[in-house]
């Protein structure tokens, strides 16, 4: 399992949203920095939202349908 990033945030709670549509939708999905953007610093380090390569695209496309 190789996770790569399909969204940055540099608000925590956009990142946080974004982890639980693609959890909800049965896609693993796991939030690296989160609290780093959590403390008002995502700017300078965002929240990364990584998933399994084999489910990136399809990640991508739910993340899209609710931007």
């Known amino acids: 399992m190789a996770l790569i990033t399909i969204a940055e945030f540099p608000d925590g709670i956009a990142a946080d949203l974004a982890l639980l549509q693609l959890k909800s939708a049965g896609i693993p999905a796991y939030l690296f920095d989160g609290g780093m953007a959590s403390l008002g610093l995502?700017?300078?380090?965002?929240?990364?939202?990584?998933?399994?390569?084999?489910?990136?695209?399809?990640?991508?496309?739910?993340?899209?349908?609710?931007?």
């Not at 929240?47 to 609710?66: F, T």
């Open 42 to 67: 995502g700017m300078m380090t965002p929240a990364r939202l990584m998933v399994d390569e084999d489910d990136a695209e399809r990640g991508r496309l739910l993340l899209q349908d609710i931007a």
